[in-house]
């Protein structure tokens, strides 16, 4: 089975600072690994993804990713948050060698203070 | 190119009553899925497919029932609502070739059954 762990519900960040969004996954294999956004009353947007290659991953609107196989981490990162990056992030995993659809993690709200 | 489109945006249905969530997209993709989004629990994997006539399901599929005749759609059926799958629905579908891609969310369906 494949899980993702979002450690924190919130993260509360000043504007101009950089932020980091944590995610952990577990799958049996080889991992897909997504970020995605969702701003209010809306569906989910995608930032990025890592299949393979290299570890540092650049996405959508300034953000990006690291991938780190050791400590089973795709931590998402940005320079300089801005205040319109407040929104509601999602970690997803999918197992590159599997049938199953993708598997979110439960979100963690990112709020940029002006 | 629409993409991914669900019908309606919103519904409210009494407890015991029936209807289905549409979902089209225009994107010739072979996945669609159905997923719930519930507060603190991020999204949940109702029912997939992986092409017209193939259809599984997720990790919440009691009280779902789904149909995949063509690549198009894929309706999500409530037998009979209860108030615990009030919730808002999304539709995602996705290209799996070259070793897969990210999803393509439709905007989403608030249902409450009172």
């Known amino acids: 089975a494949q899980s993702v762990a979002q450690p924190e519900d919130q993260v509360n960040v000043a504007e101009g600072n950089p932020l980091t969004v944590k995610c952990t996954y577990s799958?049996?294999?080889?991992?897909?690994l997504f970020w995605y956004v969702q701003y209010p009353n809306r569906g989910l947007q995608f930032l990025l993804k890592?299949?393979?290659?290299?570890?540092l991953v650049k996405g959508s609107y300034g953000f990006e990713a690291e991938f780190n196989k050791s400590q089973t981490s795709f931590h998402l990162k940005k320079p300089s948050a801005l205040v319109s990056d407040s929104a509601l992030y999602f970690c997803?995993?999918?197992?590159?060698?599997?049938?199953?659809?993708?598997?979110f993690g439960k979100g963690t709200h990112l709020i940029i203070q002006p | 190119n629409a993409g991914v489109t669900q019908t309606p945006k919103f519904q409210v249905l009494k407890t015991g009553q029936s209807m289905t969530l549409q979902c089209a997209q225009d994107?010739?993709?072979?996945?669609m899925s159905w997923y719930r989004q519930d507060p603190g629990m991020g999204l949940r994997l109702i029912h997939y497919?992986?092409?017209?006539?193939?259809?599984d399901q997720g990790e919440v599929p009691n009280g779902y029932n789904v149909s995949r005749s063509t690549t198009e759609d894929f309706p999500l059926r409530l037998l009979s609502a209860a108030p615990s799958q009030t919730s808002v629905y999304f539709c995602?579908?996705?290209?799996?070739?070259?070793?897969?891609?990210?999803?393509?969310f439709g905007s989403g369906t608030r249902l409450t059954v009172v």
């Open positions: 995602a579908s996705s290209y799996e070739g070259q070793g897969g891609d990210g999803y393509t």
């Open positions: 799958v049996s294999g080889n991992p897909y």
């Open positions: 890592y299949i393979t290659g290299d570890n």
């Open positions: 997803a995993v999918r197992d590159l060698g599997g049938a199953d659809g993708l598997t």
């Open positions: 994107m010739n993709h072979e996945y």
């Open positions: 497919s992986v092409g017209a006539g193939i259809t």
